[in-house]
């Protein structure tokens, strides 16, 4: 699986072809042993928990090493475990706020702003501050901490020219950290997980890296192991038990498939075989299994509705009442977003029949009926910075989705999986950085240097 880079972009480095190939074999090799080692929260949760020191002691020791770092920093991202207080032992929060502060620090450590970006930055910037300080009554101090650095990152990735990532690196150490997370947490269900029981499998923030390999196979054309490792990777997923998860990942196979130069002869083999894996897994389940699950119980009970409003209803209500909240405020917030740190404050009783149990909302925002802790990019980014920054965000992963360059396809799948499932973290938000200046980086190298190579 490992990606290669243009031997005239090596000439340009103090490195040998050799030793770059050898460091890239132990790096996928590092990945793999660290994802297996993160999932343990069963048999060895210390282990999970703080195998993520090792990635971030190397990213540091190799800090002025972009090639290694940026990908180490990702490692160690994808290793921390978060979310989990009430069911698994969670990387402590100093650890954590460490491993986030050096990959902040990756990201817009070493650019250099263009001028007519850094007067469209300023000028959003000023719409963000008259409508942050219209929202100061309604501002709460953590959602106002993670803007702020959803800020900061954006303009890291969209408004600066940037000279020094390499993204070839960090791409094959992804692949390998999710086939190894894969292949752990499908030993996980075997032998420790109860599927029956009240907790999930993971709650980690990040737990969508286990998608990465699998839709590398696809944007790589290698469509046989791709649709081998979708079905194993759906197995997880389905324990996992988020459905915008399973959706999104559903999205990027198709983006994969139908996107490119692909034949057409190609995209019907991996689509038939896709659906036959998707069936075949699901004969194969128990019965009480199938009906424990939340993604095979929302799918008998559409079978009971007849209402296009009911499967929209049914596919998730939280959801469903979140954009009836959004898109029924007055144009003005809609366009150019209500400010940092703002949320909805709830004065018809929009959201007053969800249960305190229901985990969709903490106590206190029940209890205020104020909310901040919204559940779709879209629909939090949108309700802060406007609907319009947030389209053409999406717009232009969605290109990316779609190019030839199998490199690029990925970069984008996994920066629109982590947009969508990881950004309510903090984790999230900064891995989700980490993917998209790589992104960057990479079209700007294909615009401006040697083009990148198969190997």
Excluded at 225 to 239: D, F, I, M, N, S
């Amino acid at each position: 699986m490992a990606t290669h880079i243009d031997a005239r972009e090596l000439s340009a480095t103090p490195m040998r072809s050799v030793g770059v190939a050898g460091r890239q074999h132990w790096l996928e090799i590092s990945a793999f042993v660290i994802a297996v080692l993160a999932a343990q929260r069963f048999l060895l949760p210390p282990v999970s928990a703080f195998i993520c020191v090792v990635p971030l002691a190397l990213g540091l020791v190799y800090w002025n090493n972009p090639r290694l770092r940026n990908a180490l920093i990702l490692l160690a991202l994808l290793a921390k475990v978060d979310s989990s207080e009430a069911a698994y032992l969670n990387t402590p929060g100093a650890i954590r706020a460490a491993i986030n502060l050096a990959a902040i620090c990756a990201i817009v450590g070493q650019v250099s702003v263009a001028r007519p970006a850094a007067i469209v930055a300023l000028a959003f910037v000023g719409v963000l501050a008259v409508t942050t300080l219209g929202a100061i009554p309604n501002v709460d101090p953590y959602t106002f901490a993670r803007d702020s650095i959803t800020l900061v990152l954006a303009a890291a990735v969209l408004f600066t020219q940037r000279s020094d990532a390499e993204p070839l690196t960090l791409i094959p150490a992804a692949v390998a950290f999710s086939l190894g997370l894969c292949l752990a947490e499908l030993v996980n269900i075997a032998v420790f997980f109860d599927g029956g029981g009240i907790d999930y499998l993971s709650y980690d923030s990040l737990k969508a890296a286990v998608c990465f390999a699998s839709l590398y196979c696809f944007a790589k054309r290698r469509t046989v192991l791709g649709v081998a490792l979708a079905a194993a990777t759906l197995l997880v997923l389905t324990e996992y038990a988020t459905r915008m998860l399973l959706l999104s990942y559903l999205v990027c196979i198709a983006m994969l498939v139908f996107g490119g130069s692909r034949s057409w002869a190609d995209r019907l083999l991996a689509l038939f075989a896709a659906m036959a894996a998707v069936v075949i897994g699901a004969a194969l389940l128990e019965d009480a299994w199938v009906e424990g699950s939340r993604i095979f119980s929302l799918l008998i009970a559409l079978q009971d509705s007849v209402d296009t409003a009911d499967y929209i209803r049914l596919l998730d209500p939280v959801r469903f009442l979140e954009h009836q909240m959004f898109f029924g405020r007055d144009a003005v917030s809609i366009l150019f977003g209500e400010g940092l740190g703002s949320g909805y404050h709830d004065r018809v009783g929009l959201f007053a029949d969800i249960p305190y149990d229901s985990g969709a909302f903490s106590d206190r925002e029940l209890n205020e009926s104020r909310f901040f802790r919204l559940h779709d990019a879209w629909i939090f980014l949108g309700l802060r910075f406007g609907l319009p920054i947030v389209l053409v965000g999406y717009a232009l992963v969605f290109r990316d989705m779609l190019a030839s360059q199998p490199e690029q396809a990925w970069l984008g799948c996994a920066t629109f999986l982590m947009l969508n499932n990881a950004t309510f973290s903090i984790a999230g938000l900064v891995v989700t950085g980490l993917l998209a200046a790589a992104l960057v980086d990479m079209r700007r190298k294909r615009c401006s240097g040697p083009a990148l190579r198969e190997p």
